[in-house]
């Protein structure tokens, strides 16, 4: 909720960020849709954060890679239930054009070897999208096909 008041008041729409924030529909047991998949892959489980809390942060390839794989990306999807409008916003963090990712050297030891090659972010994403198909999950597999060790 601090992020959206801090984006409208950035825009200069204080007047209207009780009623934004009061219109936003988020994750809770009226209104469902996002669900993770577990990472044994069979099922998939609906992410429910409490009314306190109305973030929900999904780790992505990069920092799977930067944290040599402590840190798991999960395969998500949003789902569409009941009859109720939603407003959903997607914020996403990427890294600067041209950087190459590699897992940081202080995650990497002898019990935690080197998962993935060092990748340009650019080239990999260029990649995952011409491979993309139905088929073709947003899952780990693609990473692990573009630059696994």
Request: aromatic content about 12%.
């Amino acid at each position: 909720m601090k992020v959206r008041t801090m984006i409208m008041e950035s825009f200069g729409l204080e007047k209207y960020v009780e009623e934004h924030l009061n219109s936003v529909l988020y994750q809770n047991d009226v209104v469902d849709g996002v669900e993770i998949k577990a990472k044994d892959g069979e099922e998939w489980i609906k992410a429910k954060p409490s009314q306190d809390s109305y973030f929900l942060v999904i780790a992505g390839a990069s920092l799977h890679v930067l944290l040599n794989g402590r840190v798991f990306p999960p395969f998500h999807r949003v789902v569409i239930t009941g009859k109720k409008d939603r407003h959903v916003a997607g914020l996403f963090v990427l890294p600067k054009e041209g950087l190459f990712i590699n897992a940081l050297e202080e995650m990497v030891d002898d019990e935690h070897p080197r998962l993935y090659k060092p990748f340009n972010f650019d080239a990999y994403f260029k990649f995952n999208i011409i491979n993309r198909s139905d088929t073709h999950k947003r899952d780990l597999s693609a990473l692990k096909a573009y630059c696994s060790l």
